[in-house]
């Protein structure tokens, strides 16, 4: 872990404990590396719920709620479906906020996708308050998942640095 990824995490936990906030995360591109990040923090216990890595269409829909049919046409990747795995994690794990990623790491000729792509979604008290999206143009599986975790991690950071200091 980069040294920039360790202060962004301190900053993110001073934010969160600072706020008072509870965070969960629904990964699908990011295969649990989201949720390492967090538990990688000392004391992440104050802020961090958990989360949940959910790749097949049948598990985002059974255990997070995601619309089967949306997520059928487009084989799970969409700004729609890291939307609902945010708010379907918000409402799994009872806290404020949400995080979903999902997307393809690597070119995927079947589904005639070329370059990495990806989508991060951000709910905050039942409502979407973010999202990105992710070009991976010339990195591989490995430095993909990386960008998407830290894009993820600056997401929140930023839309945390809005909030008041005390809710």
């Avoid at 700004?79 to 609902?84: I, K, L, N, P, R």
């Avoid at 070009?135 to 950071?157: P, S």
């Amino acid at each position: 872990m980069t040294s920039d990824t360790q202060t962004l995490l301190a900053d993110l936990k001073a934010q969160l404990v600072e706020k008072g906030l509870k965070i969960a995360v629904a990964e699908s591109i990011t295969c649990g590396n989201l949720q390492a990040a967090f538990g990688s923090i000392s004391g992440a216990s104050a802020f961090f719920e958990g989360g949940m890595t959910v790749y097949s269409l049948q598990q985002k829909s059974r255990l997070l709620n995601i619309d089967p049919q949306h997520a059928a046409s487009v084989n799970s990747v969409s700004a729609q479906v890291a939307s609902e795995l945010a708010k379907g994690i918000c409402e799994k794990f009872q806290v404020n906020i949400g995080i979903g990623t999902t997307g393809y790491a690597e070119p995927n000729t079947e589904q005639q996708i070329a370059e990495p792509i990806a989508y991060i979604a951000l709910w905050h008290n039942q409502s979407e308050v973010a999202k990105q999206t992710i070009d991976g143009k010339n990195l591989n599986r490995q430095q993909m998942q990386d960008k998407v975790v830290k894009t993820a991690l600056q997401t929140l950071l930023n839309y945390l640095q809005t909030l008041p200091k005390h809710l």
